[in-house]
């Protein structure tokens, strides 16, 4: 393998490694890429063990909705496989780098393909808890109007989850039925939590225990739980549409621009002839 192949599988390496800890560590952005790697070794069970890694990955494949889908031993099995897989290439890869760069590639290429499974779930746990946070102010609507019709909360929860569709859907109909097979309801909702983190599941879970428990209006703590959601969902558009600018401006500027120069350079150029046939 030649030294510009090795250069670039050294250069993927880094990159999926760095986008992995990317992903692991995307729920805590206000961390450092130190603490964002101290969170993937506390979630891989160092140092507690293996016991603390099969939580963690347990946990991981919950959040992505996988469960009952994908085993812990389909997701072992593949970051097996596809650390085998980027030692083999490592090991055929690194003779041809050049200098330390072998080092790189040796190291690199497993580790890639050990944390890529794990990244992967994490991607999809965080787009599915996009799309549930997205569908949350309509169910808290429709759940505030149950409540002040005078139903409970696990009748408006189970009227939710059989009407709607999408990760919330799914997410209150595991409530419902824990409910419907005795669990108590703040047991309920604290599995609710975990399988959702996040302020906006947490807030929901709150608002019910503590309608359940002080007897305070469940409709007005949801109407008003509603409403600030929609208004977070419309500030991070605005700040989407406020970053978006700059980058359409740079496209513009390196794309657009110089193209438009070649083709009038191009007609220029076809055409010099007659232009400077008068000189």
Known sequence: MSAGASSFLAAAAVLCVCAAVRELGAARAGLSLVGRIAILLQGYGWPQGGVAFGDSLNRRIVRAGLYRRVSIEAVLFAKLGGGLAGLLIGVIAAPAAPGRLSWLVLAGMPLAGFVGPD??????????????????????????????????????????????????????????????????????????????????????????????????????????????????QRRMLEERAARAAPKIQLVVALVLVPSVLLMIVAGLAANADSLLGGF
């Open 119 to 232: 990244a992967l779930l994490e991607r999809r746990a965080r787009r599915r808890r996009v799309r549930l946070v997205a569908a949350l102010p309509d169910g808290l609507d429709l759940l505030a109007v149950s409540s002040a019709s005078g139903r409970g909360a696990g009748t408006g929860l189970r009227d939710l989850a059989i009407s709607s569709e999408g990760p919330l859907a799914t997410e209150l109909g595991m409530t419902v039925a824990e409910l419907s097979c005795g669990a108590p309801q703040e047991e309920a909702l604290r599995s609710l939590r975990e399988r959702v983190p996040g302020t906006e599941m947490a807030a929901l879970a709150a608002a019910m225990d503590r309608s359940r428990r002080y007897g305070s209006p469940l409709a007005d703590q949801l109407r008003r739980q509603a409403t600030s959601l929609r208004q977070d």
